[in-house]
């Protein structure tokens, strides 16, 4: 089992970008999912999480801003960031509470591999 991030990239403040986060592996099921980020020095934050029934979370500092969705036919994870400002400067991972499928046992707090995201003033 997989989770590939995809999307970051360099951007100027107020542009957009949109993160992916794909789960491999003869998945059956995935309950909750977030995306994740560290900026330099500082500790792993929150930015937004969904349950496997669509319910939304976010962090504070994103409200307004970033939009996270998920695809249960595709398996995949998505954040849409518009406004972008340098302090959203981060590596950014996504994490799925709980995968299983038909030939493995589940496994728990899994995590993807990052994506940097970097916004210029």
């Known amino acids: 089992v997989q989770l590939q991030a995809s999307g970051g990239g360099l951007v100027q403040a107020g542009g957009s970008l949109r993160l992916s986060c794909a789960a491999s592996?003869?998945?059956?099921?995935?309950?909750?999912m977030g995306w994740y980020r560290r900026a330099p020095e500082k500790q792993r934050e929150l930015v937004a999480s969904i349950s496997s029934g669509g319910s939304t979370h976010y962090a504070d500092s994103v409200k307004g801003r970033f939009t996270i969705s998920r695809d249960n036919s595709k398996h995949t994870l998505y954040l849409q960031m518009n406004s972008l400002k340098p302090e959203d400067t981060a590596v950014y991972y996504c994490?799925?509470?709980?995968?299983?499928?038909?030939?493995?046992?589940?496994?728990?707090?899994?995590w993807g591999q990052g994506t940097l995201v970097t916004v210029s003033s």
């Open positions: 994490n799925a509470d709980r995968l299983s499928g038909s030939s493995w046992p589940p496994v728990y707090d899994y």
């Open positions: 592996g003869r998945i059956g099921s995935i309950n909750d």
